[in-house]
């Protein structure tokens, strides 16, 4: 009888280099595809959820429609299924977020009482969470070392795709993938770079423009980034893919090495969370858990204007309002709005989180978290929290001919160049006045921070 075996897919939705797919397949075994429609998704946005359907489908395509989904809770649905199915085992790709390994964890134990076994292989990430350590065992809390030891560790070269028989629907009862989003309510993000041939049309396309990448990244109306965020997150592409490509390069730049350093920072963020679970939604620096933030009604209607992009600050709004509209937001804009919320707003950065993870098709836990405590001042490189960006001059840098700005806010289209980003809207043009001063909100930011270190010391 041949021997037969469950590849769980989970954020892995591809099949090129793919290690999990690779040893479930090994040695003339049938492979048998499940997808768990997990009921703990539900609470994620339209973005994830959408684009997750997505790519669903096409990886469900590429695999001739054999994907087998089932709904229900992961522990109980896989011990079932590999008995159903008489799998000896089941293959997954490590999971490293606190909730996948508390899932995993629990799965194995039932798998391990029926007598099978679950089977981890790879990982989401060119270097596994946790193998990057300082001299002492220590884990990294400042990129740049963190960074140094990662590329010095190094990763395998990317593998192709394997022969595979599968055994999957519709041999096996399928429930059915997991319901759609009206149409109306898919963010345009969702629609784009979520199979395996479209990414690389994309990265293929998009890659020669990586040399001037260090400069272009920043550009908020120029396609210098590779968009491939969501595609990252969801296994469609692995980085280390990625990485091999600009290893490649024939004459790299300087570009090509922030481009690396940018996985990096997806990578370093992976393991900071592996070492400490509770920083998703806790600072990583608890002398900041002193820092005074408002939370009162007031303040509620400060981020209720945040989160609609009517602060009457251009580029805030733009970019609010593009992250509304596509489900992605170019990563400077994110660095900027994030700022306003906590320094200019002085609301809890958690808020601004959890409305990313809301709307973001790329929402990544680990990368959103400490992303948005880097800007916080809260977490990891001690970004020193006097560092409050001007979201006027800002905006004039990184937008200088006011294109990203009239393209996102409408009422603005007659200003042309830096004045898109100036201020003092009001009946003029039907575009509402700023709802803080920042010079104002700069220094109560910064007499905070104060209070804080003068109390440590």
């Not at 007031?298 to 805030?316: K, S």
């Not at 830096?418 to 009946?427: D, P, Q």
């Given at each position: ?6 590849m769980?897919?989970?954020r892995d ?30 609470r ?16 469900d ?9 089932r709904?229900?809770d992961?522990?109980?649905i896989?011990p ?32 391990t ?17 946790g ?5 002492d ?12 030891q ?5 990763w ?10 599968w ?16 149409d ?12 395996e041939?479209?990414?690389w049309?994309r ?11 260090d400069?272009?990244r ?8 590779s968009?491939?965020?969501a595609?990252l997150?969801w ?5 280390r893919?990625?990485?091999a490509?600009?290893?490649d ?12 350093n ?5 990578e ?5 969370l ?6 998703a939604?806790?600072?990583?620096n ?13 303040a ?6 945040w989160?609609?992009g ?12 593009q ?48 992303g948005?405590q ?5 977490g990891?490189d ?8 001007n ?9 200088p ?19 898109a ?19 104002r ?17």
């Amino acid at each position: 009888m041949t021997p037969t075996v469950v590849m769980w897919f989970r954020r892995d939705l591809r099949l090129a280099d793919l290690p999990a797919l690779h040893a479930a397949a090994a040695e003339g075994r049938r492979v048998v595809p499940l997808f768990v429609v997990d009921p703990a998704f539900e609470r994620a946005g339209v973005g994830r959820r959408s684009f997750m359907r997505a790519a669903l489908m096409a990886l469900d395509t590429s695999m001739d429609r054999a994907l087998v989904y089932r709904h229900g809770d992961p522990a109980d649905i896989v011990p079932a299924f590999a008995a159903e199915v008489g799998a000896s085992h089941v293959v997954v790709t490590q999971e490293h977020t606190p909730y996948g390994r508390r899932r995993d964890a629990e799965v194995a134990r039932r798998l391990t009482a029926d007598g099978r076994r679950l089977v981890g292989v790879g990982s989401h990430y060119a270097v596994a969470p946790g193998s990057v350590t300082k001299a002492d065992g220590g884990a990294y809390g400042v990129f740049t070392p963190f960074c140094k030891q990662w590329r010095a560790h190094g990763w395998d070269a990317p593998l192709g795709v394997p022969d595979v028989e599968w055994y999957g629907a519709p041999s096996v009862h399928c429930d059915g993938p997991p319901p759609a989003v009206a149409d109306e309510l898919i963010p345009s993000a969702a629609r784009e770079f979520h199979d395996e041939s479209s990414v690389w049309a994309r990265w293929e396309s998009w890659l020669p423009a990586a040399t001037d990448y260090d400069e272009t990244r920043n550009m908020l109306a120029v396609d210098g980034t590779s968009r491939l965020s969501a595609a990252l997150r969801w296994g469609i592409v692995h980085p280390r893919q990625l990485l091999a490509d600009l290893a490649d390069v024939p004459d790299p730049t300087r570009g090509h090495e922030v481009l690396g350093n940018e996985l990096g920072w997806r990578e370093f963020y992976a393991d900071v969370l592996f070492h400490r679970p509770a920083t998703a939604w806790e600072n990583l620096n608890p002398r900041m858990e002193a820092m005074p933030v408002d939370t009162d009604k007031a303040a509620r209607r400060r981020l209720t204007a945040w989160e609609d992009g009517v602060t009457g600050y251009p580029v805030i709004d733009a970019a609010m309002r593009q992250l509304r509209a596509t489900g992605w937001m170019h990563n400077r804009a994110r660095m900027l709005v994030a700022s306003f919320l906590v320094k200019d707003l002085h609301l809890p950065w958690q808020w601004g989180a959890r409305h990313f993870m809301r709307h973001l098709c790329d929402g990544d836990l680990a990368s959103n978290a400490h992303g948005w405590q880097w800007t916080a001042g809260t977490g990891t490189d001690a970004a020193p929290y006097f560092r409050v960006f001007n979201p006027v001059t800002q905006g004039q840098r990184f937008d200088p001919d006011g294109e990203y700005v009239r393209r996102w806010v409408p009422e603005l289209a007659g200003r042309s160049g830096k004045t898109a980003h100036l201020l003092g809207g009001g009946l003029l043009d039907g575009y509402p006045d700023p709802i803080v001063d920042h010079a104002r909100e700069r220094e109560e930011a910064l007499a905070r921070y104060r209070m804080v270190t003068s109390a440590r010391d």
